[in-house]
């Protein structure tokens, strides 16, 4: 489950409920596709945003119509008392595995961060990725508290951010944190645009925002025989990755699932406004470049 | 209501509930003290951890407790639907003012932020202060979006983040920020330590976290006649102001409550914990130097 490529699905709005249809359709895509995992309410599944209600019915969804592909789901809130609940809930729906960022609104301490997962670990039966997302959680883990959190129980993957995008010091780094992790926890990349050099410096998943919406273009750079060739699978979609750059990767990935049909116009959760017309126009440009418009 | 002093009270927790109790002291505090608007549901009082029915409880005991001094409460939240219904809530509840700071997980646009207060100032019916704090937000303001969120309806206070120290520097800030304001826009300035500064640098009101719990000493700074009395007046919490740098300010006024019994211990929503033995030791020998510890 936390090897491969690890698909993080949308979870899209419609007039700000749950668009169930659209939802089952993306997860249907990606169970058919062969993704590794679904990784669903990530940070491009607007965990955030979400409340209790609409996250325990994403989750039963998921695997309803995940055909036996293992979903993880994303449990992160600002207070401990929530991040509990949610991980309760997602285990009753079905979860094969929970994925965890500290989440702040007051900057947190190190130690404060450990004793959330502490907790959460001490009451959970599933394994747990530990999710360090700097750009969205305002909190950057350490390398002693990777460490830290690594040996607590269920800790069985990191998610870490994005590589340097040069072949030898993202292997450096790999090596460096692998060093820090017992032997049972691996190391998952965010970040799209890096994961090809990623997952060949020695990661053993990618949890992937454009894998939760193509899933195919995804595959075909995971599972590419050699470096060369997941470049040349990665360099097909450069245009995209431009545009997460200029836009956000959840904007861009949220026009792509438009374009498609998967979802209808609005899907993101007020206030995050989707693309505008000339954004919208480059996307659809980069996809049919890339043969990826159906 | 949005000139001199607000103070920020606590929403102190008990075993991860609301502490009612310890919330009306507070409260009763405030308001025999005479300040001139208590901020229910700032960033000191936990806004962004509670959950609607605390929030609306909040405000409730508030407006029943200050005495007819008035109650302004904050409405952020991550999701736009959330905010809306806060601002109901909290209107509903009695309070003469909202206060509103556009949370982030994504990151925002500030055309996004733009939207945000349109819908929300659309809606409700007394005046919003703006709240403008990079640190826990992620999100920061630019000129141009204080100058159109100011003419919004409603819109009556900016709250900006911590201006220079120096008062000459200050001074320019300050009236730079003014110039983008309509007439009827006021500027409160948070920051405790820069308060004494940023009130006789043309700031019409300090949003003040140290109001919230020693509300006698912060009025000393407000309501000092001259730029020298404010800053002797600031100056005698100087040891305050550092461990605030240190801890953060919210974990520090904890540890004053608590040992001033307004609160039990552990009244902070994890996972935001107290301060450790050493830490607390600094805040009690401060206020005894003070004058302060009672």
């Known amino acids: 489950m936390f090897t491969g490529l690890s698909a993080f699905p949308l979870t899209p709005l419609h007039d700000d409920h749950l668009d169930e249809p659209a939802f089952v359709r993306i997860i249907e895509r990606l169970a058919s596709a ?17 409340d209790r209600t609409e996250r325990a019915r994403t989750v039963t969804l998921a695997v309803q119509h995940a055909a036996g592909v293992p979903v993880i789901a994303g449990i992160g809130a600002l207070r ?70 690594a040996k607590l129980p269920h800790v069985t993957s990191i998610k870490v951010p994005p590589l340097p995008v ?50 195919t273009a995804a595959l075909a750079i995971t599972r590419a025989p050699d470096p060369a060739a997941a470049k040349a699978a990665s360099d097909r979609l450069r245009p995209l990755w431009e545009l997460f750059a200029a836009h956000g990767s959840l904007r861009v990935v949220a026009a792509i699932a438009e374009h498609l049909t998967l979802t209808g116009p609005d899907s993101l959760p007020r206030p995050i406004r989707g693309l505008d017309t000339t954004a919208r126009r480059a996307v659809i440009h980069a996809l049919t470049e890339a043969g990826l418009d159906h």
């Open 166 to 215: 040069t072949a030898p010091i993202a292997r450096d780094r790999v090596t460096a944190i692998r060093a820090l992790l017992p032997a049972h926890v691996g190391i998952g990349v965010s970040g799209d645009p890096v994961a090809a050099v990623a997952l060949h410096a020695g990661c053993d998943a990618w949890y992937s925002v454009i894998g939760g919406t193509l899933p």
């Open 34 to 50: 062969g993704v590794d995992s679904i990784g669903t309410l990530g940070s491009t599944g607007s965990y955030a945003y979400l």
């Open 80 to 149: 401990q008392a929530h991040v509990l609940r949610y991980a309760d809930d997602a285990q009753q729906a079905g979860a094969s595995g929970l994925l965890l960022a500290p989440v702040s609104y007051q900057p947190l301490h190190p130690d404060e961060v450990y004793h959330l997962f502490e907790q959460v670990t001490a009451r959970i039966a599933v394994p747990l990725v530990v999710y360090d997302n700097p750009r969205t959680t305002g909190f950057t883990f350490t390398d002693d508290l990777y460490a830290a959190v």
